[in-house]
């Protein structure tokens, strides 16, 4: 739909082959949320071949009929475009069904199977299937074994269908779990029919830094150790657990968010250009950049990284408990909710660069932002103005856009610099800050793009360097605590402030 004069020539004219959609865990807060909302919105845009189809499957008994009203709803409330087109939804929910079973149970393949084959044949599916596993992970092996015992998984090789399943994350625990999750999905399925979400590198703002890195030419000569000082990267939200305090009780802010997403910008700040756009160039580039990372020592992990939980605090004027009262959550929790690391990445073009990333709930506000600051002049002739560093600044969300920082020269008599900004914002540029990560991502899979998924050594690469920091920590102190509503704890301040270097004001 383009009915954006900004937005001319931005329509995607990629259409999926016919498929179906079968989403496990079709009960769940995801397919409601984000899920259904993603692929309505991708009706919306005339982006879903014809005949499209979604079948959700979990445990509860329910007619289509009331699945359907379900996610009339969800849509109707989390959907970005609003109100709900009614005649367009109600030809999308021509294709929504459902399918009870227990995930554990070969009968409810053998029903999937049916309503399959029933969809090709009435709506012209042509065996095309997208299985979306969002369930808890430990049901991931049984239900991709559920699959190849009915025959739901085509052969790779088959080109006249394709099978493709995705899953949510997180993907393992720890190293350990991780590779052993994938040779189990591995003996029945190949890499190319895998696809791990990671939902930031949907966000329109982190394919960006791939554009901004390489689709320009004037920031790369800088973009390496002779004029960068240092990089920071921060995922700061200012919510809590939200009542998923027994899956934060074993995550923690390291498995929620670093290992995957906030790894996921790393790599792709320091990466090298790829040799071509697409899925293997530009995850082989991605794996370089994990590899590089320098791993810590069981004393490096005490030096160089901070773990903190909230307290009770204040968030925007209002009072919050502290993690420890949230529901499902121990009073003698260790589990960390801020967590923060200085990394090198040992390469040529990195080498003595500090990486510092922070991540965290009940921050001060929500935020992601990549900085990259480079050095300082090197012959001060403006020894009365403060000395300040050029910063650019790639905002992930919310405002999404980059801005230059730079020294300029207050207006009068005296050769006062002060620092100011260059901006760009998506809002005013584009009208808009485009479709929600989801919509990229689902539609992607159905088009076979893995190009923003995240590969298999990918995901063991940076357990790899994850997984050595959890068990120092698991014998280390207690997490550090901080007030609700702050930017974290003490040491947070000190891992920079020891460098002589401070966080950037957010
Ligand atoms: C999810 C985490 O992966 O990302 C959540 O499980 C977190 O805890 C969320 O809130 C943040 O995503 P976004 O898109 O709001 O930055």
Same mark, same amino acid.
């Given at each position: 739909?383009?009915?954006?004069?900004?937005?001319?020539?931005?329509?995607?004219?990629?259409?999926?082959?016919?498929?179906?959609? &079968?989403?496990?865990?079709?009960?769940?807060?995801?397919?409601?949320?984000?899920?259904?909302?993603?692929?309505?919105?991708?009706?919306?845009?005339?982006?879903?071949?014809?005949?499209?189809? &979604?079948?959700?499957?979990? @445990?509860?008994?329910?007619?289509?009929?009331?699945?359907?009203?379900?996610?009339?709803?969800?849509?109707?409330?989390?959907?970005?475009?609003?109100?709900?087109?009614?005649?367009?939804?109600?030809?999308?929910?021509?294709?929504?069904?459902?399918?009870?079973?227990?995930?554990?149970?070969?009968?409810?393949?053998?029903?999937?199977?049916?309503?399959?084959?029933?969809?090709?044949?009435?709506?012209?599916?042509?065996?095309? @299937?997208?299985?979306?596993?969002?369930?808890?992970? /430990?049901?991931?092996?049984?239900? !991709?074994?559920?699959?190849?015992?009915?025959?739901?998984?085509?052969?790779?090789?088959?080109?006249?269908?394709?099978?493709?399943?995705?899953?949510?994350?997180?993907?393992?625990?720890?190293?350990?779990?991780?590779?052993?999750?994938?040779?189990?999905?591995?003996?029945?399925?190949?890499?190319?029919?895998?696809?791990?979400?990671?939902?930031?590198?949907?966000?329109? +703002?982190?394919?960006?830094?791939?554009?901004?890195?390489?689709?320009?030419?004037?920031?790369?000569?800088? #973009?390496?150790?002779?004029?960068?000082?240092?990089?920071?990267? $921060? !995922?700061?939200?200012?919510?809590?657990?939200?009542?998923?305090?027994?899956?934060?009780?074993?995550?923690?802010?390291?498995?929620?968010? !670093?290992?995957?997403?906030?790894?996921?910008?790393?790599?792709?700040?320091?990466?090298?250009?790829?040799? +071509?756009?697409?899925?293997?160039?530009?995850?082989?580039?991605? &794996?370089?950049?994990?590899?590089?990372? =320098?791993?810590?020592?069981?004393?490096?992990?005490?030096?160089? $990284?901070?773990?903190?939980?909230?307290?009770?605090?204040?968030?925007?004027?209002?009072?919050?408990?502290?993690?420890?009262?949230?529901? %499902?959550?121990?009073?003698?929790? @260790? $589990?960390?909710?801020?967590?923060?690391?200085?990394?090198?990445?040992?390469? #040529?073009?990195?080498?003595?660069?500090?990486?510092?990333?922070? /991540?965290?709930?009940?921050?001060?506000?929500?935020?992601?932002?990549?900085?990259?600051?480079?050095?300082?002049?090197?012959?001060?002739?403006?020894?009365?103005?403060?000395?300040?560093?050029?910063?650019?600044?790639?905002?992930?969300?919310?405002?999404?856009?980059?801005?230059?920082?730079? +020294?300029?020269?207050?207006?009068?008599?005296?050769?006062?610099?002060?620092?100011?900004?260059?901006?760009?914002?998506?809002?005013? /540029?584009?009208?808009?800050?485009?479709?929600?990560?989801?919509? =990229?991502?689902?539609? %992607?899979?159905?088009?076979?793009?893995?190009?923003?998924?995240?590969?298999? %050594?990918?995901?063991?690469?940076?357990?790899?360097?994850?997984?050595?920091?959890? %068990?120092?920590?698991?014998?280390?102190?207690?997490?550090?605590?901080?007030?609700?509503?702050?930017?974290?704890?003490?040491?947070?301040? /000190?891992?920079? $402030?020891?460098?002589?270097?401070?966080? =950037?004001?957010?």
């Amino acid at each position: 739909m383009n009915d954006n004069p900004l937005r001319e020539g931005i329509a995607s004219d990629r259409i999926p082959d016919p498929c179906t959609v &079968v989403i496990f865990g079709a009960s769940g807060d995801l397919t409601k949320r984000k899920l259904m909302p993603a692929l309505y919105n991708l009706a919306v845009s005339r982006l879903l071949p014809p005949g499209f189809s &979604v079948l959700g499957v979990a @445990r509860r008994p329910k007619p289509d009929e009331v699945f359907r009203a379900e996610q009339h709803e969800g849509v109707s409330q989390f959907s970005r475009r609003k109100p709900v087109e009614e005649v367009l939804w109600n030809d999308f929910a021509q294709g929504v069904g459902y399918v009870q079973g227990s995930f554990d149970d070969a009968a409810t393949y053998v029903s999937l199977r049916e309503r399959l084959e029933h969809l090709d044949r009435t709506r012209n599916t042509r065996g095309n @299937r997208v299985f979306y596993l969002s369930t808890p992970p /430990a049901e991931f092996s049984g239900i !991709v074994r559920g699959l190849a015992g009915a025959g739901l998984i085509a052969d790779r090789k088959d080109t006249s269908r394709f099978s493709r399943v995705v899953l949510e994350k997180p993907f393992g625990v720890d190293l350990h779990s991780a590779e052993a999750l994938d040779t189990d999905l591995h003996q029945v399925l190949s890499e190319s029919q895998l696809y791990r979400i990671d939902h930031y590198l949907g966000k329109e +703002a982190v394919q960006n830094m791939l554009a901004f890195r390489f689709g320009n030419a004037i920031f790369e000569p800088l #973009w390496n150790r002779a004029h960068i000082d240092h990089v920071q990267i $921060t !995922v700061a939200e200012d919510i809590g657990v939200e009542g998923r305090g027994k899956f934060y009780e074993k995550a923690g802010t390291l498995r929620d968010i !670093v290992q995957n997403h906030l790894i996921q910008l790393l790599a792709l700040a320091a990466m090298e250009a790829p040799v +071509a756009f697409d899925a293997n160039a530009v995850r082989d580039e991605k &794996v370089k950049v994990l590899r590089a990372l =320098r791993p810590l020592s069981r004393e490096d992990v005490y030096r160089y $990284t901070v773990r903190g939980q909230y307290h009770p605090g204040g968030v925007s004027g209002k009072a919050v408990p502290g993690y420890r009262e949230e529901p %499902d959550v121990s009073p003698t929790s @260790r $589990t960390e909710t801020f967590c923060a690391f200085k990394f090198y990445v040992d390469n #040529w073009r990195w080498h003595g660069v500090p990486f510092y990333i922070r /991540a965290g709930k009940r921050l001060a506000r929500r935020i992601t932002d990549v900085s990259v600051h480079f050095k300082a002049v090197p012959h001060r002739l403006f020894a009365d103005s403060p000395a300040e560093d050029n910063v650019l600044a790639l905002r992930i969300q919310p405002d999404e856009g980059i801005t230059l920082r730079f +020294a300029s020269k207050v207006p009068g008599p005296r050769n006062l610099l002060r620092p100011v900004n260059m901006e760009f914002r998506y809002g005013a /540029a584009f009208g808009g800050s485009g479709p929600e990560a989801y919509e =990229r991502l689902l539609l %992607d899979v159905m088009l076979g793009e893995a190009t923003l998924f995240t590969r298999s %050594d990918e995901v063991r690469t940076s357990w790899e360097h994850f997984s050595p920091i959890l %068990d120092g920590w698991r014998e280390g102190p207690e997490p550090e605590p901080y007030a609700a509503g702050t930017w974290g704890p003490a040491s947070a301040e /000190a891992l920079l $402030t020891r460098d002589g270097r401070r966080w =950037r004001r957010l």
